[in-house]
């Protein structure tokens, strides 16, 4: 590994292994739950979901996504994380 220094300035060694970082899955571009859960899949270690209003219907009506569509993903994702 290598050492970086840590936010209180202390030396912290870093793992060998690849590191891969995934941006935050966007899931309001998702068309469908199953494309949400395939890329939840692709990241296994961590993820983040952008945003609120795809899994939740905004009162917003400028950012108002399909009702049925945000409960489908909701519940792709309770499922996802379930297992």
Known sequence: ?????????????TSTSKTVCFPG?????????????RQLSMC?????LFSYSSLYVSPDETRKENEKLCRARREAVRKYLAR
């Open 1 to 13: 590994g290598r050492s970086l220094l840590s936010r209180t300035g202390q030396p912290v060694e």
């Open 44 to 48: 296994r270690a961590g993820f983040a």
């Open 25 to 37: 899955v966007g899931a309001y571009k998702h068309k469908t739950a199953e494309q949400t859960v």
